[in-house]
């Protein structure tokens, strides 16, 4: 009797900076999601493309769930859990490095109000000296009921990953494969430059600068296969701009070569990257600044 053909939504949700993002691009082989250190790196909703012999998965990577403040925070906030609502399947991502904490319970009483089934990954198991140290964790998340298989995983090393992959897929609704094999992501060459853009800010700037800064594409034309991008990159106050653009214009070339570097690898062509920097004060707080700026 032949297989049936398995597809569906597969939202991965958790926590800011637990590593959801570069599981995304782990599972897809190629970097369509931004990485950083520092929590809060993602703002939007990504869906990336896995197709196999058996299945389809498409994955949504999202803002981390936290207890927000600002209004761009609520809106990611409100992202993340539309894509929970939205998927066949959650994949509650966390550290097995560490207790839960409000977040996962936070994300736990949201799953409670979705019929959704979970699975839980607990990532970065490549710092735990030792594996036993998960077991009490295991345990732990175990009673609280919500998950249908705890993994340990690492999206670094890629450990325990074709597991996880094959219980996602066993979770998996029936359905027809939705998009072209070769098709990995929607997001669009624009959005995915503008991204990178704010890779290196977040990369190259402390303090509260990261979470100030948002990036534009402006123009983006390929002629004669040289691809030329013009793109702001917004923050609140005029002190941020000059850190920005730092001494001698020093930190925004800097920024500016890593991007440019990034898109040539990325795009395999030539690329003219201008970086302006704007002041649009209170951006961050603001319904028609968000909007404008793709929030
Ligand atoms: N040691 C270790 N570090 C990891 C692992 N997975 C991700 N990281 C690191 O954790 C940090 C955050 O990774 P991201 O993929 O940006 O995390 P995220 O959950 O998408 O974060 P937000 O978008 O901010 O919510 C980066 O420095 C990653 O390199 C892992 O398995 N092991
Ligand atoms: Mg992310």
Known sequence: MAKVYKSGYVAIVGPPNVGKSTLLN???????????????????????????????????????????????QKIMVDTATRALHDADLALLMTEGTRDPGPD??????????????????????????????????????????AFTDIVPISALTGDGLEELLKILAKHLPEGP????????????????????????????????????????????????????????????????????????GRKLKQIGQLARQDLEALGEKKVFLELWVKVRRKWRHKDQDLRFLGY
């Open 26 to 72: 782990r599972f897809l082989g190629q970097k369509i999601a931004i990485v950083t250190p520092k929590p809060q790196t993602t703002r939007n909703r990504i869906l990336g493309i896995l197709t196999r012999g058996s299945f389809q998965m498409l994955f949504l990577d999202t803002p981390g769930i936290f207890a927000p403040g600002y209004r761009l």
């Open 177 to 248: 494969q939705y998009y072209p094999e070769e098709t990995i992501t929607e997001s669009s060459e624009r959005f995915i430059a503008a991204e990178i853009i704010r890779e290196k800010v977040f990369l190259q700037t402390g303090e509260e600068i990261p979470y100030s800064v948002a990036v534009k594409v402006e123009e983006y034309k390929e002629r004669q296969r040289v691809l030329y991008i013009k793109a702001t990159v917004y923050v609140e106050r005029d002190s941020q701009k000059g850190i920005i653009i730092g001494e001698k």
């Open 104 to 145: 996962e319970d936070r994300i736990i009483q949201l799953l409670s109000e979705t019929k959704t089934p979970a699975v839980l990954a607990l990532n970065k198991v490549d710092v735990l000296p030792d594996k036993k140290l998960l077991l009490p964790l295991i345990e732990l998340y175990g009673k609280k009921g």
